[in-house]
């Protein structure tokens, strides 16, 4: 097990382990409880890793963060689902990345990218309980688009015997980001090849209605955009 080491304002920072302290670029890290929230809730993928007879298997999934839970989407039927029970849970690794810029350096060695990262560790656990159901399955849709869970028919019975949620909680998680220029040497600067970065951001359409949709546009919908604007 990793040892913690906890920072001195525990309340703004989580808690440095071994697994959560890189061992390169270390600088490029942060355990800050805001900075770590803020790449979450402006990210929409999440890849979900366990261990499945003795093998590594990593699964794209939707996720939400509700305070310090992260909630991520299932079926009943996947095999993270059925090995998170409620009581002996499941050891797994959550991560979640943004590019944010393709860095062109003026060496193939130096060439990069703009990121921002997370990684939590921990035991996930399935939600049982009917409130906390409840809970989980709005932040999952509002975390796509806000106020969309108050615009849509919940979940029925059957639905519901069919669909998931693993709650992880965020406890053992840092982040990793690079915002840069390229890093070019200095015997390199001279070349004649081009450096620099090509931005990457995510951009939304205008929304297409279904044939069978007579209503407006919610207002909710209207002029929507990344929550994060740096995104």
Known sequence: MPTDTTLPDAAANYARTSRTTPTRYKDRA??????????????????????????????????????DRLYVHGSTGSRPLRGAGADQGMPVCVTVTQLDGI????????????????????????????????????????????????????ANAKELAATAVVRLVLDEVSAKTRDDDADDDEEDRGLPHWSGVVPVSTVYGTPVPHPDSTRELPDYLRGFQPQDPAC
Do not use: M, Y
């Not at 803020?38 to 999934?61: K, N, Q």
């Open 30 to 67: 942060t355990w800050e409880r805001e900075a770590i929230h803020r790449i979450l809730d402006s990210s929409w993928i999440c890849h979900l890793g366990f261990v499945s007879d003795g093998a590594p298997v990593v699964l794209p999934t939707i996720f939400a963060r509700v305070e």
């Open 103 to 154: 860095v062109l350096a003026k060496s193939a060695f130096n060439h990069s990218v703009n990121f921002r990262s997370v990684v939590a560790h921990g035991v996930a656990h399935q939600v049982t309980d009917p409130d906390e159901l409840t809970v989980a399955l709005n932040a999952l849709v509002n975390h796509a688009v806000p106020g969309r869970s108050e615009d849509c028919r919940p």
